[in-house]
């Protein structure tokens, strides 16, 4: 194809797969981090108020921008509550909060209570809380706030809700008017990221090409449309075949405990191993529609000791703790080296073409049996088989 041969051709000078991002990994506080850095009129991109008077004209606040200078940008905020707001920033007579939301669910009243917090810390300023998805549309549960709670605050404009694709008209203003280039070049990269990670994109070119061939001519269109119609039913019966593909390729003594992969929140694949009581190794969605995928080992009684959590730490990575039943997991990444899977199915084609050709199961039985190792070496936990069952 010419496409594939120019691009090839010019691959030296574009490099157009390369993006700072994908060593960064961004989690949701490395992401706020960077929120609040462009944010930030004192932070070192050195163009002031800029980018906050943009941000502040993109989610159509019609509050003051003078006085920006002064602005103060916080990240994790602690509540009375005991919650934390992942992003304030307190201006001259207004407070805007930023609930970051790229990967995790909504906990029960979530932003209700936030609100509550903002009418309490600015009861006589202007106030908003922002609520900022992964996905264009993205709003709060009905178990973090009322629907009708959540119409008022909007109609005061106590509330906005948007979304990580809907912020690139913002950074791309604050692109188009950055006056360094180093600073644009970040822009340039976290846009990359953006449309990579919550779009789906990894190439604009190569999407653009896909449109102008699909637009050629009516049946190009009718095709591709009646495509986008089963899509939901094509990747169902993708997702159909791991079963079977984890069955066949686990090894003497490894068990399939559990298999509900679906578009559920919570679906999840868990594997017992052989000399291993008490834990399972588990991959989990903890966001519907095939989103924010995490992986490790999943207790099912028993204890799970600080050695355990050292050894698995050395052996792939800084872990964290979900609950008592996932006391350690990281999130699937591209670039995890134990487990390199993309963490959200809806954007990335990676996970079902792995599926169709029938070498996603073979990473998560690789995976299993590399946490294997690493437990035998800790000791293992304590609970019984029937345990593992029980749950």
Same mark, same amino acid.
């Given at each position: 194809?010419?496409?594939? @041969?120019?691009?090839?051709?010019? !691959?030296? $000078?574009?490099?157009?797969?390369? !993006?700072?991002?994908?060593?960064? @990994?961004?989690?949701?506080?490395?992401?706020?981090?960077?929120?609040?850095?462009?944010?930030? #009129?004192?932070?070192?991109?050195?163009?002031?108020?800029?980018?906050?008077?943009?941000?502040?004209?993109?989610?159509?606040?019609?509050?003051?921008? *003078?006085?920006?200078?002064?602005?103060?940008? +916080?990240?994790?905020?602690?509540?009375?509550?005991? $919650?934390?707001? +992942?992003?304030?920033?307190?201006?001259?007579?207004?407070?805007?909060?930023?609930?970051?939301?790229?990967?995790?669910? *909504? =906990? #029960?009243?979530?932003?209700?209570?936030?609100?509550?917090?903002? +009418?309490?810390?600015?009861?006589? $300023?202007?106030?908003?809380?922002?609520?900022?998805?992964?996905?264009?549309?993205?709003?709060?549960?009905?178990?973090?706030?009322?629907?009708?709670?959540?119409?008022?605050?909007?109609?005061? /404009?106590?509330?906005?809700?948007?979304?990580?694709?809907?912020?690139?008209?913002?950074?791309?203003?604050?692109?188009?008017?950055?006056?360094? *280039?180093?600073?644009?070049?970040?822009? *340039?990269?976290?846009?990359?990221?953006?449309?990579?990670?919550?779009?789906?994109?990894?190439?604009?070119?190569?999407?653009?090409?896909?449109?102008?061939?699909?637009?050629?001519?009516?049946?190009?269109?009718?095709?591709?449309?009646?495509?986008?119609? @089963?899509?939901?039913?094509?990747?169902?019966?993708?997702?159909?075949?791991?079963?079977?593909?984890?069955?066949?390729?686990?090894?003497?003594?490894? !068990?399939?405990?559990?298999?509900?992969?679906?578009?559920?929140?919570?679906?999840?694949?868990?594997?017992?191993?052989?000399?291993?009581?008490? %834990?399972?190794?588990? %991959?989990?969605?903890?966001?519907?529609?095939?989103?924010?995928?995490?992986?490790?080992? /999943?207790?099912?009684?028993? +204890?799970?000791?600080?050695?355990?959590?050292?050894?698995?730490?050395?052996?792939?990575?800084?872990?964290?703790?979900?609950?008592?039943?996932? #006391?350690?997991?990281?999130?699937?990444?591209?670039?995890?080296? %134990?487990?390199?899977?993309?963490?959200?199915?809806?954007?990335?084609?990676?996970?079902?073409?792995?599926?169709?050709?029938?070498?996603?199961?073979?990473?998560?039985?690789?995976?299993? =049996?590399?946490?294997?190792?690493?437990?035998?070496?800790?000791?293992?936990?304590?609970?019984?088989?029937? =345990?593992?069952?029980?749950?």
């Amino acid at each position: 194809m010419a496409f594939d @041969a120019a691009r090839q051709r010019y !691959n030296r $000078r574009l490099a157009p797969d390369f !993006n700072v991002f994908d060593f960064l @990994a961004p989690d949701e506080l490395r992401l706020s981090s960077i929120l609040a850095w462009l944010l930030s #009129p004192t932070a070192s991109h050195g163009q002031g108020t800029l980018f906050l008077a943009e941000f502040l004209h993109e989610l159509e606040l019609d509050w003051p921008i *003078d006085g920006l200078e002064g602005a103060r940008v +916080d990240i994790e905020v602690g509540t009375p509550e005991r $919650r934390r707001v +992942d992003l304030v920033v307190r201006m001259t007579g207004a407070v805007l909060g930023i609930e970051n939301k790229p990967f995790a669910a *909504d =906990q #029960p009243n979530q932003v209700a209570d936030y609100l509550v917090w903002l +009418d309490r810390e600015a009861p006589e $300023r202007r106030r908003c809380l922002v609520y900022l998805a992964g996905t264009l549309g993205g709003i709060p549960s009905e178990g973090s706030i009322a629907a009708a709670a959540l119409v008022d605050r909007q109609a005061a /404009k106590q509330f906005r809700a948007t979304s990580y694709p809907a912020l690139l008209p913002w950074l791309a203003r604050c692109r188009g008017l950055c006056g360094a *280039d180093s600073v644009a070049s970040f822009i *340039d990269a976290m846009m990359r990221y953006i449309r990579s990670q919550f779009m789906g994109v990894r190439d604009m070119t190569e999407r653009e090409q896909l449109v102008k061939t699909v637009r050629q001519s009516s049946d190009n269109l009718r095709s591709a449309l009646q495509v986008i119609k @089963a899509a939901s039913d094509i990747r169902s019966s993708v997702l159909s075949t791991l079963e079977d593909q984890i069955r066949s390729t686990l090894p003497n003594g490894y !068990n399939l405990l559990s298999y509900n992969m679906s578009e559920k929140q919570y679906s999840n694949v868990q594997i017992a191993m052989p000399g291993i009581q008490g %834990i399972c190794f588990s %991959i989990e969605f903890q966001a519907g529609d095939h989103h924010w995928l995490i992986y490790g080992a /999943k207790v099912r009684g028993g +204890d799970f000791d600080l050695e355990t959590r050292t050894r698995l730490d050395a052996a792939f990575g800084l872990g964290r703790r979900v609950s008592e039943h996932w #006391p350690w997991h990281r999130r699937a990444e591209l670039t995890e080296h %134990i487990f390199p899977v993309a963490g959200d199915w809806r954007t990335s084609e990676q996970p079902w073409i792995e599926m169709a050709e029938g070498t996603l199961a073979q990473k998560i039985v690789d995976a299993a =049996q590399a946490f294997r190792e690493v437990l035998t070496a800790a000791g293992g936990g304590t609970a019984s088989m029937e =345990q593992l069952h029980s749950r």
